[in-house]
């Protein structure tokens, strides 16, 4: 550093210093009132903190923190860290990490604290991301898992017959064989499509078009699952911009879902699967499915869309739902959920006509 | 070839593995049957008093596998039926089932992790069904 940065550094006042550290500075005493507050401490929750309580400027509180690391420094004299929620006045929340370090008057008393308040809001995140990564590669796993049992047992079976010369019994695991592999073609699909954010390639397409194409992939598989399929489609729904791919695989990933309800649902002899495409009023189209399943329960429907959610047991990650929120995000729709237990459940996916975001009350 | 008068129970909620397994079973000489749920499983071993259950841990039907255990060990008549666990979770999610020693929580006399290596579970059988 050259001598005139030297003296450049020098004409900072300890203050100036403090006050552009890029987190909350503050001395406090032993009722917790704040003596001294840095510039950004300020700049957040106004210039009037002086003298006022710790735990009522940062808390809006009129009682003392529980856990507080000030005060377990004013105890035993040493530095202290706590995690610490800060709400902000426009609503932000601040995860913050707040180191506590006494301040000795000339005899050894300590007669005041400082606090530094850090924002860690970004690692925390990143920790949530990292911790939400590894438990979808732990349910994935157990998918794939499932799926290996399913082609093993299968496989087991098919040799079975063959070596029976039982042609019904091989064609009964040779079902299974396929069906796992159906399921891990949709893992991957739906891995590959979760790995990255993609914008959607729109096109003008008919809706109708797309909501037929995919329902009549499912046509042999609903069969052979003893579930009837039907497909409501209004021819006079427009063509509108769409992303053929991504809505067919966010439709296929709710036909799917309600077929595996079906079969699942042990209540019923007879299940339906309904897919429409039809106007929801003037400006809009919906695409809705709609299964007369088990329906869900309370706790369920409330984290249906929450990553890698699942309640299909041995046979879902929850990674289809996170799919399909994520393609009716790209193409600024909305999804309802209407449940009743023992009923069923209808999914119906609301889009503008005009492709314009929705403005649904 | 396991013993003729064996009967097996297999408690679990995806019926394509309920159908394989006991076409596995039946083909080594056992008698088998199955159960979709928790509840269905309960009543079925109270009625059938099997020698060994096989049952899906993680089943999200009536109630879990582990409830089933629980009242199994619980029931006098039931509780010396040995049991074996099959998961799917066992290694990822770092559950560790054989750490746990409450008999009133889970304790099955043996896991299985998925995909189930069949040779090695009919040897477990077998050992099992004295």
Redesign the interface.
Known sequence: MSSSNNSGLMDLTFKSIIDALPCYVMIQDLDFNILFANQKLKIDFGDDIIDVSCYSVLKDSHHQCSECPVKETFKDKKVHISEETIHLSDGTVNEMIAYSAPLFDAVGNVTACIKLLVNVGTVKNTHKELVTLGQSIALLSHDIKNILEGLQGGAYVVEAGIKDEDMELSGRGWNIVKKNITEITRITQNILYSAKERKPRRQTVSPVDVGRHTGQLFEEKASSMGIQLLLQLNPKVPRVKLDSTGISRMLGNLIWNSLQACQKNTEKNKHMVCVRVDHYDNYHFMYEVEDNAGGMDKKTRQNLFKEFFSSKGDSGTGLGLMVVERIIRNHHGRIEVLTKPDKGSLFRVIFRLDNKKLDLK | MGNTSSKIVIV??????L???K??LT?NGFEVETA??GQTGIDLIRKEHPDLILL?V????TFSGFEVCRQIRNDSELKNIPIIGIT??E???GLKFDEYDDADYFSPDAFF????D?DALLKKIKDLIV
């Open positions: 679990d909620d995806n019926t394509d593995y159908f394989t397994m076409t596995f083909r979709h749920d899906d993680m089943m999200e039907t799917g979770m290694d990822e999610l992790d998925k995909p189930v069949k």
